[in-house]
């Protein structure tokens, strides 16, 4: 008969897997790959923004002359349809990219390609210098998804340290579990459980969960996509805050110029299905960036240029 904290973690491994592949990014092959008995872990030593120092699981330290991601002339298909055409790009360690189009153009097929969930149909996609499959074993890849998959008999505070449970194997990150509650104004809420939270605080718990995996690669599928407009706002201003200090690599996916804008480096706009890139804009605005940003006349203009973008791609033929 198995233990309770082995009966618990087995119940939560269950429900990640039942959620995984669509929400988490988690699969059982995933947990074996980074679960302390499937391996022999590779430490380092790395100092932290909060001045300490820890032992970190996981390959060297990469060059920066690695691309954090790269797409090579990536297809996708399901069948008859084409999701994906002749996609090319390439993300940069640190670098926020927005991937932005309209409804139906293979955003999330394009994150879902990174994240190794799917096979590109032709092409090449490299994560962290390997193929995304392995990366995501070697948990290189955290994974935000449009709903927060919080587990309803897990606190705050045991939401936001699942992944770290289920994954034994994995070192610390730069950040504590209750250190990123406490950066996303959750410290009031650590014994609260899902259904005592707001949309916006259950998103706030999902978002500490994936960077308190410590992976370098942050993925996010319009994660902000339920909120009301007002929270949504919010939401962009407290991710940036949270991101930029940790220098986080993040592949993010919206409808929304606004948020494309305030958050990234640079804008890959999708063209209709199948979705090819019709332009990379790159975003010359100053960081850190506070709100007030948002009523800056380069801000509008920014958003200018990449609805421009995103018409030529919806009336491309």
Same mark, same amino acid.
């Given at each position: 008969?198995?233990?309770?904290?082995?009966?618990?973690?087995?119940?939560?491994?269950?429900?990640?897997?039942?959620?995984?592949?669509s929400? /988490?990014?988690?699969?059982? =092959?995933?947990?074996?790959?980074?679960?302390?008995?499937?391996?022999v $872990? &590779?430490r380092?030593? &790395?100092?932290?923004?909060?001045?300490?120092?820890?032992?970190?699981?996981?390959?060297?330290?990469?060059?920066?002359?690695? *691309?954090?991601?790269? @797409?090579?002339a990536?297809t996708?298909?399901?069948? !008859?349809?084409?999701a994906?055409? =002749?996609?090319?790009?390439v993300?940069? *360690?640190?670098?926020?990219?927005?991937?932005?189009?309209?409804?139906?153009?293979?955003?999330?097929? %394009? %994150?879902? #390609?990174?994240?190794?969930?799917?096979?590109?149909t032709?092409?090449e996609?490299?994560?962290?210098?390997?193929?995304?499959?392995e990366?995501?074993? =070697?948990?290189?890849?955290?994974f935000?998804?449009q709903?927060?998959? #919080? #587990?309803?008999?897990?606190?705050?505070?045991?939401?936001?340290?699942? @992944?770290?449970?289920?994954?034994r194997?994995?070192?610390?990150?730069?950040?504590s579990?209750?250190?990123l509650?406490?950066?996303?104004?959750?410290?009031?809420?650590?014994?609260?459980?899902?259904?005592?939270?707001?949309?916006?605080? +259950? +998103?706030?718990?999902?978002?500490?969960? =994936?960077?308190?995996?410590?992976?370098?690669?942050? /993925?996010?599928?319009?994660?902000?996509?339920a909120?009301?407009?007002?929270t949504?706002?919010?939401?962009?201003?407290l @991710?940036?805050?949270?991101?930029?200090p940790?220098?986080?690599?993040?592949?993010?996916?919206?409808?929304?110029?606004?948020?494309?804008?305030? @958050?990234?480096?640079?804008?890959?706009?999708?063209?209709?299905? *199948?979705?090819?890139?019709?332009?990379?804009? *790159?975003?010359?605005?100053?960081r $850190? !960036?506070?709100?007030?940003?948002e009523?800056?006349?380069?801000?509008?203009?920014?958003?200018?240029?990449?609805?421009?973008?995103l018409?030529?791609?919806?009336?491309?033929?």
């Amino acid at each position: 008969m198995l233990r309770a904290p082995a009966a618990r973690r087995q119940r939560d491994l269950a429900a990640l897997v039942r959620v995984g592949d669509s929400s /988490l990014g988690v699969d059982r =092959a995933d947990h074996m790959s980074g679960c302390a008995p499937c391996q022999v $872990p &590779t430490r380092r030593t &790395t100092r932290t923004r909060f001045g300490t120092e820890h032992a970190q699981i996981g390959p060297p330290v990469r060059s920066a002359s690695v *691309p954090a991601i790269e @797409l090579s002339a990536v297809t996708c298909r399901f069948g !008859r349809t084409e999701a994906l055409a =002749a996609i090319d790009l390439v993300v940069e *360690p640190g670098e926020v990219v927005t991937v932005l189009g309209p409804s139906g153009s293979g955003k999330t097929t %394009l %994150l879902r #390609l990174v994240a190794g969930l799917v096979a590109p149909t032709s092409g090449e996609v490299i994560v962290d210098g390997r193929p995304p499959a392995e990366a995501r074993a =070697a948990k290189r890849i955290g994974f935000v998804p449009q709903r927060p998959a #919080l #587990l309803p008999w897990r606190t705050v505070a045991q939401n936001a340290r699942l @992944l770290l449970d289920v994954n034994r194997g994995v070192g610390r990150a730069p950040a504590s579990p209750l250190e990123l509650l406490a950066e996303v104004g959750l410290t009031d809420f650590l014994d609260a459980y899902p259904h005592e939270l707001s949309g916006g605080m +259950q +998103q706030r718990v999902a978002l500490a969960r =994936a960077l308190a995996l410590g992976a370098p690669l942050l /993925l996010m599928d319009e994660p902000f996509a339920a909120l009301d407009e007002i929270t949504r706002e919010d939401m962009r201003h407290l @991710l940036a805050a949270v991101c930029e200090p940790l220098a986080t690599t993040v592949l993010f996916v919206t409808h929304s110029l606004a948020e494309a804008v305030f @958050l990234s480096d640079r804008v890959a706009v999708l063209s209709s299905r *199948p979705g090819r890139i019709v332009g990379v804009e *790159p975003i010359g605005l100053a960081r $850190p !960036r506070a709100a007030a940003l948002e009523d800056d006349p380069a801000f509008f203009a920014s958003e200018t240029k990449l609805r421009t973008l995103l018409h030529h791609g919806m009336v491309r033929t």
